[in-house]
């Protein structure tokens, strides 16, 4: 009896040296993000339903330079204040999310 428990001991502890961790793998993500290419309009180009939802949203704001893609997309550099953005939005001056 005495045999079993020792043979039973020196078993499970031989197991326990095998159950190990496995090292952490440090995995890279790599985000790539396509913009459409954007070319310099002039601010008169502008559609009048984004300068009215600009002085709507943000009624301080000026235009420093309006760019626009071949999806009709217009990107607008704006000054308010002291802080300079981006804004995008759509020809019929819904807001875009970019």
Known sequence: MKNLFLSAAIVLGSLTSFA?????????VKTISVEDEY???KLE????PITESLKKAYPE???????????AQYKLDVTVGDKVGNLFAN????????
Not at 62 to 70: C, G, P, S
């Open 39 to 41: 070319t310099e309009i």
């Open 91 to 98: 020809a019929d001056g819904t807001w875009i999310k970019q």
């Open 61 to 71: 704001a000026v235009i420093t330079k309006a760019y626009k893609n071949e999806k």
């Open 45 to 48: 180009e502008l559609p009048a």
């Open 20 to 28: 190990s961790t496995s090292p952490v793998k440090n995995t890279i």
